[in-house]
């Protein structure tokens, strides 16, 4: 049984005023995922992720297809008792502090008063909220609320849980502490679906993705398996490299990018390995600063993708949808 299967799942909204005319927002998308899985939906903006997302949770309902969660059809009562969501950009009571919303929501879930308090208190801690907690939400930067939705969407312990964007907004930190929190609950057997237009968030999380690109799903499996991520060259940073060591080693290098007085950028081909030239340079006395494989970046793929598609996805043979 997958966590979550889609089958030809399609969805077309009327747009225009006086001829209203079937936009096609996602087009015939099948797609399945492991249970315990961290699946990454990935796709630039507008490429139909949140549509996806909400048809998954029958906040809005498909055109053609179906979808199922965690073996039944996606909108049971069964099934929203047994999953959790973050919306792209959470919306919550104002006036409510972090406590009194969760509280509240717990109490929604069934939680007893002492249950309540017990887990509201743990995961305003797991999602760093500390003394703001009792602080009125409208007093929360963008960031803040994140971490708030966060941990509305596993209060209830969810086994499956659909994040929309979950890094959107947070610093440098929030966003190491949020990618720690998802990969416990992965070792907890959770199932976590989030999208994001970051490929960083998915190298880092992720054991597959699925790329959507105008709405169609262009690409899906590992990232190491996705040809369009292949390594085709390395970036080797070094430091107290004097210029003329540097070179002795010039026809071994592609391309020099002065950084300071003694620190480069050196771009290598593919087929250079840079483990020889690392010793040598650091036989000269210099210092390794980083080293990164140089790959075609998500948004590269992304613009390839959605170039390769209709400038519009109107169809007139389209039905609008009743």
């Not at 792209?88 to 009571?93: C, L, N, T």
């Not at 596993?154 to 998802?182: A, C, K, Q, T, Y």
């Not at 054991?207 to 499996?221: E, F, K, N, P, Q």
Request: contains cysteine; positive net charge; glycine residues 10%.
């Amino acid at each position: 049984m997958f966590a979550i299967a889609t089958e030809a799942l399609t969805k077309d909204f009327a747009i225009g005023f006086w001829r209203r005319r079937p936009y096609r927002a996602l087009d015939g998308l099948t797609l399945s995922v492991e249970q315990g899985e961290v699946f990454g939906f990935l796709g630039p903006n507008g490429a139909g992720k949140t549509t996806t997302l909400k048809l998954l949770l029958q906040l809005i309902f498909p055109t053609a297809g179906r979808a199922e969660i965690l073996g039944k059809p996606a909108g049971t009562v069964d099934v929203k008792r047994r999953i959790g969501y973050l919306p792209e950009s959470p919306y919550f009571y104002d006036y409510l502090t972090a406590e009194e919303l969760l509280t509240y929501f717990a109490g929604l879930m069934g939680y007893s008063r002492a249950e309540r308090r017990r887990r509201v208190a743990s995961l305003l801690d797991e999602v760093g909220i500390g003394a703001e907690r009792r602080l009125q939400l409208r007093k929360f930067s963008k960031g803040m609320l994140q971490r708030v939705g966060i941990a509305q969407a596993i209060l209830n312990d969810p086994e499956v849980v659909f994040l929309d964007e979950p890094m959107s907004g947070l610093d440098p930190l929030g966003r190491r502490e949020v990618r720690n929190l998802i990969l416990r609950l992965r070792e907890r057997g959770c199932t976590v679906f989030f999208s994001s237009h970051v490929l960083a968030d998915a190298e880092a999380l992720c054991s597959r993705v699925a790329i959507l690109a105008g709405g169609r799903l262009v690409a899906t499996g590992r990232m190491s398996d996705i040809q369009a991520f292949q390594v085709r060259g390395w970036e080797l940073v070094v430091g107290n490299l004097a210029g003329p060591a540097l070179e002795k080693y010039r026809s071994r290098i592609q391309r020099v990018t002065p950084i300071a007085d003694d620190r480069f950028a050196l771009e290598l081909a593919q087929e250079s390995p840079p483990d020889g030239l690392l010793r040598d340079l650091i036989a000269e006395g210099a210092r390794l600063v980083s080293l990164n494989p140089v790959r075609h970046t998500l948004e590269d793929y992304f613009v390839e993708q959605v170039q390769k598609q209709p400038h519009s996805r109107m169809d007139d043979g389209v039905k609008e949808p009743q």
